[in-house]
């Protein structure tokens, strides 16, 4: 693990433990073996390692973790939202950062932290709580057929 990653390798080891993760599918050709090892006295049972996103099987992981040396085009983030996960978190170079910031909002997807120090950006994204419940969107009042003929605007 490079003296680079280190952080990034950190807040994911966070996050998998904080979300009570049992299993995680990640994205990387970096070596994730002192991650993996770090994991083994915790809930986590199962981590799936990539080098890409084809040919990756629905399967039932609990996040879906991208990490900054596989590049993803939008195309490939929607298949992961729709498709492979409803976490996921995903870390990028910040060389572009106001572009990658920009297409990462407009898909949903939170900044986690951006470290200026070794150019690293994480977004998340959890479709649990990206649309949270809305008191007055519900068939309570105004969206109440029975209120219908009772008022007029």
């Not at 649990?128 to 519900?138: A, D, I, M, Q």
């Amino acid at each position: 693990m490079s003296k680079k990653n280190k952080f990034i390798f950190k807040f994911i080891y966070g996050v998998l433990v904080d979300e009570l993760c049992e299993s995680a599918q990640l994205i990387t050709n970096q070596d994730l073996s002192k991650l993996a090892k770090s994991l083994e006295n915790t809930h986590v049972k199962n981590i799936n390692i990539s080098p890409n996103i084809i040919n990756i099987p629905q399967s039932g992981d609990d996040i879906f973790i991208v990490l900054d040396d596989i590049q993803l085009s939008p195309t490939d983030i929607g298949k992961i939202k729709n498709l492979l996960s409803q976490k996921i978190l995903i870390c990028t170079n910040s060389k572009k950062s106001v572009e990658t910031q920009e297409m990462m909002i407009k898909l949903g997807f939170q900044l986690e932290f951006n470290n200026r120090e070794d150019g690293k950006m994480c977004f998340s994204y959890n479709l649990k709580t990206y649309n949270s419940k809305r008191s007055w969107n519900n068939s309570e009042g105004w969206a109440n057929p029975e209120n219908f003929d009772k008022f007029r605007w």
